[in-house]
Structures are given as C-alpha cells and as structure tokens.
C-alpha cells in the first residue's frame, strides 16, 4: 500500500482505459478513472459500434433491390433516420450504462471530469476543481478527428463525431479522404440513398492494403454510383443558401453539396494534459512515445490505445491495456504482439485482410506466389448485381507459408477473423490445400486455389 490515494488513475474511459483499469482494480489495486465525455470511448459512443449499426442499415438500401430477383416485391420502401438514430442512441446508452456497472463492479472510483496532471502523481479533476494522486498513471485519451484547417471554410464540414448525430440525411455528401472512415461513411450515406461523391487526394484508396483491396473497393464504389475523385484535394468550402455548400476542388471543378465530410485522419488527444512539462515524449502528431511495457519517458506515467498511435484498433487498445495490467499488477509480464492483426474495412461489399499486403511481402522476401481469384457470388446471379468477390493468398514461395489473406467481398470480415488464426499459427499453403472445401459457400474458393497467378496471363 503506497500514500498515495490510488495505485492507478486512468485518464480516459475508452476500450484501452477501461480494460486496463478493472483489471487492476481485479488484482486489488486501487483504481480510479477519469473521463470527460461518456464512458465507452471512440468504439462504443462514436466508432465502431455505432457505425456498425449505420453500416447494416445502409445494407438493407441494397438488399430491398437484391431482394426482387428472389421473387420479393419490396416497393414503397421508406427510411426513418431519426428512428435508426434514436434506437442507435439507446443500444449506447445501454453499453455506456454496462461499461460503468463493469468499472463500478470492479472496485473503480469514476469521475466524470476532464483531467489533467499537476506533476508526475497528481492529477486534477477539472469538474470538482480537486487533486487526487496515484503511484502509476495511465493516459488512455485515445484520438479525435482532425480537419484540414489549412482550408479556407473548412468549417462548414463535419467530422464522423458529428455524423452520429445529424439531424437529417442530406441529399448529397462529399467525402473527402481514402481512408477507413471515408470508405466506410461514403458507402453507408451512399446505401442510405444519398448521392455521395468522395475526394482523395492521392491515386489509390485504401492505400495501406494490398493493391488488390484497393482496386476492387474502388470499382466496387464506383459500381454502387459513388463518384470517386482522385489526386484532388479540397481548395476552399463556401457557404450557399440554406445548407448548402460549395467545394471547390483543387482540379479546377466545384461540387454543391448539403454536407461535407472530413475523414482525413485522427491524431492523438494529447493536448492540455500537462504532459509536456513532465517531460513525457511526443511524436510529431503529439502521440505518446511508449516502450514494449507501454511505459512513457516518465518512469510511472504509462499510455495504451490510439493515444499511441501504434496499431489504432479497439482490439489492440484492449490487448495493450490488459497487457498494462498484467504486467504492473500481476507481476505477469506481457508485451503485445502486433504481427499478424486482421483487420477489417466496413464498406459494402467489405474488406477483411490479415498479414502481408503483396507489395511488402515481395520487399522482404525473395520468392513470393499470389494466388486469387475474382467472381459473382452465387447471390447474386439471381439478384442481377455485378458486384464481385476477390480473394488473395499472398505465400511465401520458400516456405509455403501463407503470409496474407485479402477479401473484398460480402462476409469478409467474419471470415477473415477465422483465416487470421491460421495465418497467425504460421499455416502453410499446402494446409489450406488439404482442407476440404465447404460447399457452395464464397470461402470455399480460399482452399481451392490451385493456380499460382502469373501477371500478364
Ligand atoms: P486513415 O488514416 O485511415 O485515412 C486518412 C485519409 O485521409 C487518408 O486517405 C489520407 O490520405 C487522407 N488525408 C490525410 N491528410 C489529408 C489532407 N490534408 N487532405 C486530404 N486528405 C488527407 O484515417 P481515418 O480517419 O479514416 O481513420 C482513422 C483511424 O481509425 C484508422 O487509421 C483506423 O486505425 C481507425 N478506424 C478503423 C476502422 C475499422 O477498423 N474498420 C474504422 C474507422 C477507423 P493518404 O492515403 O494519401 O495518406
């Protein structure tokens, strides 16, 4: 027992904090949690969580047409956003209510209150004007959205913060970004039957995955009737009448639009708490440097999650801070492993990809075999859509190791979940080639590729 009033305070209640805190508080320390909007974080009030419900509710925008080709008549169809919205808003109240009974249950103290450190053991909570002390200090203040403020009127545009709560559907949205969010919101507002066009910056979408990933989410937008500008950035926003707005583009055109939406990148909500002056090392986007242990430069000062900015997944905040308690309140030692995390776009059709992208397998390694594939679903034959389904295995030709699995297509993520166990445990080719096929489903084809694919062929 130390003197002071907590082993650990966390600032932040997100996936990462929360993990990390009734863990601690499970192995009898004492805990305390600050936060200053609502328990949960980015994932569980304004990320992945609710976007997953705008996800499948945009989905029913494509499956009341696929529906006809299976004899449905599905005419007169109408959206109630603000219902999707009120129910959406109450499955969060519900896990925020959750996440605060698990804390509470745990033995942590909760404070509703920005906070921020005094010196290396004090933190003040902000909404009662009071100090309190901890031995360790964990930062789990996660990220926040960032706009281009370079861009005159940049304003005007909204940041997936806010599009949880908009209070209609406008007409028409331009997105601008190529990344996560961009994709994912292009293609929800898009379902949901607004006219979207999406403005990138550079030539490939999703630039980060393999090339493959790119060029299908790409078409496949493009199939939908997204309009996908590239190497276009924007130069100014102006207000119009009512809600409108125009954005001019850097190619010369402008686009009038009742929303615009930023999407170009989070960076890490570092700012106002007090950490400079201890000494604690930043990067350039004010992410906290932390070692294997999550330790910062300051000896009790620790940090987990996309405050980071290592791999800015929930998944990985979770396993991170878990890794924080198990290894400075169970005497466990644990450092995340980050190789090999599947990884999941939610666009429609969506993205599943676990390991190496082509392009950086053949970087390290001298002999590298493709296999894929690309082809109508058996759906949709009788539902008429041209959307398509791309597999890869991207293998180690030395070895016959499979270093990466890439999917576009319906399922992918789910599946890719399953694949990325194999892939992970270090699974050969010849391993996938010996497992029967299941029949007549789409991942079937990921154990039949027989073919090494040859460019050019
Ligand atoms: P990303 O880093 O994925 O994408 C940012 C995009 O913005 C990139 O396409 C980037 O271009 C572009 N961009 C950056 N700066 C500018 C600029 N000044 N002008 C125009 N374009 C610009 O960030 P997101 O905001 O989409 O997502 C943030 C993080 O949240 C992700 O990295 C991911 O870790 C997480 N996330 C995960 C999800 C999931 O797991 N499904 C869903 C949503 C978010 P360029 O490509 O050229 O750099």
């Not at 078409?219 to 309009?227: H, L």
């Not at 910062?296 to 000062?301: F, K, L, P």
């Amino acid at each position: 027992m130390t003197n002071y009033d907590y082993d650990l305070f966390t600032i932040g209640a997100g996936s990462g904090g929360v993990r990390a805190s009734r863990l601690a508080a499970s192995y009898g320390a004492r805990v305390g949690v600050a936060e200053e909007y609502r328990v949960g974080g980015t994932c569980v009030v304004r990320g992945c969580i609710p976007k997953k419900y705008l996800v499948y509710a945009s989905e029913y925008g494509h499956n009341f047409e696929h529906a006809k080709g299976y004899g449905w008549s599905a005419e007169n169809v109408s959206f109630d956003w603000t219902k999707l919205i009120e129910n959406k808003d109450d499955e969060i109240d519900r896990l925020n209510g959750i996440y605060i009974r698990n804390l509470k249950n745990a033995g942590a103290d909760i404070f509703q209150t920005r906070a921020s450190l005094k010196d290396q053991h004090t933190v003040h909570l902000h909404a009662e004007n009071r100090d309190v002390t901890a031995e360790k200090i964990l930062i789990a203040t996660g990220g926040y959205p960032w706009v281009d403020e370079n861009v005159p009127g940049h304003e005007l545009g909204i940041t997936s913060n806010e599009a949880f709560h908009l209070e209609k559907l406008p007409k028409h949205v331009v997105v601008v970004g190529g990344g996560y969010i961009a994709i994912e919101f292009a293609c929800i507002f898009k379902g949901l039957g607004c006219d979207v066009c999406l403005v990138y910056r550079g030539e490939d979408i999703l630039r980060h995955f393999d090339t493959d990933v790119s060029v299908q989410v790409h078409t496949e937008m493009k199939r939908q009737g997204i309009r996908v500008i590239t190497q276009t950035i924007f130069e100014k926003i102006e207000k119009l009448e009512g809600d409108e707005k125009r954005v001019h583009l850097s190619n010369g055109n402008h686009i009038d639009t009742g929303l615009v939406f930023w999407a170009v990148g989070r960076k890490a909500a570092t700012t106002g708490l007090g950490l400079q002056k201890l000494g604690v090392k930043m990067g350039k986007s004010g992410e906290i440097k932390v070692d294997e242990f999550s330790r910062s430069s300051v000896e009790n000062i620790f940090a987990v999650g996309d405050v980071t900015d290592r791999v800015n997944l929930t998944p990985v905040a979770i396993r991170e801070g878990a890794a924080f308690a198990e290894t400075f309140f169970n005497k466990n030692p644990v450092k995340m492993d980050y190789r090999f995390i599947p990884k999941a776009v939610f666009s429609q059709p969506p993205v599943g990809s676990v390991g190496y992208a082509e392009h950086e397998a053949r970087h390290e390694f001298k002999n590298v075999d493709i296999y894929k594939t690309n082809f109508r679903s058996m759906k949709h034959v009788l539902t008429g859509s041209e959307e398509r389904v791309m597999m890869k295995l991207v293998v180690d030709g030395d070895t016959d190791r499979v270093l990466g699995c890439h999917i576009v297509g319906e399922e992918a993520a789910e599946i890719i979940q399953c694949i990325a166990i194999a892939v992970k445990a270090g699974l050969k080719k010849k391993d996938f080639d010996d497992t029967v096929a299941l029949h007549p489903t789409i991942s079937e084809e990921l154990v039949t590729m027989k073919e090494k694919f040859v460019p050019g062929i």
